[in-house]
């Protein structure tokens, strides 16, 4: 961020200025690694003082905390964004591409949010209620499935959400770190995530496209 960028972001309102400064300090940390993280040298890269720093974060401490509840904020967000369906398992397929799209999206903040880049960090237990509420989309929408009978009528809805992130992160994480290159990368999403929705799918025929392509299908 220049000082002209720093200008038009505080142009834009002190949410979009905020916005902003924790992208930066996310792009430095991904770069640089965390001595990057010091209110002198992101307000050197953002072409403004370190006052309106200390203002929007407090100190360090406060930039490290705002960067882990600014990703799960957008997390809670790209997922609340998606069209809600009546049919339960295409909504929950929906849910799972929106996830992944967000991670690649908003890659510096998902190391955050999961890598542990910046030593000594420990969220607070406020912001960890937090990171937790940003899948209880996901979690609804597990409930709907089971509702619907897609399900088996004995399933735990955390459960069911719990292991579908697992898989969600774990295949996203071998992504972003290249394991999985760009060409199959997507595929192996859908396979690993498909796996774990059809452990838990009813006896019957399956209603929607749940067994044939998970939440990422």
């Excluded at 010091?38 to 905390?65: N, P, Q, W």
């Excluded at 799960?72 to 049919?87: N, Q």
């Excluded at 903040?109 to 030593?119: N, S």
Aim: a negative charge; hydrophobic letters at 45%; charged letters at 20%.
């Amino acid at each position: 961020m220049t000082g002209a960028l720093y200008t038009r972001a505080q142009a834009q309102g002190q949410e979009a200025l905020r916005a902003a400064l924790l992208d930066l300090a996310a792009q430095l940390l991904a770069a640089e690694g965390p001595a990057a993280l010091t209110m002198r040298r992101i307000a050197a890269a953002a072409g403004c003082s370190t006052t309106v720093l200390y203002r929007h974060f407090g100190a360090k401490d406060g930039i490290a905390e705002a960067l882990y509840r600014e990703g799960f904020t957008r997390l809670r967000h790209r997922l609340e964004s998606v069209a809600p369906s009546v049919d339960p398992p295409a909504y929950l397929a929906a849910l799972g591409r929106a996830y992944r799209e967000n991670a690649l999206a908003e890659r510096n903040l998902y190391q955050v949010m999961f890598a542990g880049l910046i030593p000594g960090f420990t969220p607070t237990e406020e912001s960890r209620s937090l990171a937790a509420a940003s899948l209880d989309v996901l979690r609804e929408a597990v409930r709907s499935c089971a509702a619907a009978g897609v399900f088996r009528p004995d399933v735990d809805a955390d459960e069911v959400t719990d292991t579908i992130w697992a898989a969600a992160h774990g295949s996203i994480s071998l992504e972003l770190t290249g394991h999985f290159p760009e060409g199959v990368a997507e595929h192996r999403y859908r396979t690993l995530t498909g796996a774990v929705v059809a452990a838990y799918l009813s006896a019957g025929p399956p209603a929607g496209d749940a067994a044939a392509d998970g939440p990422a299908g």
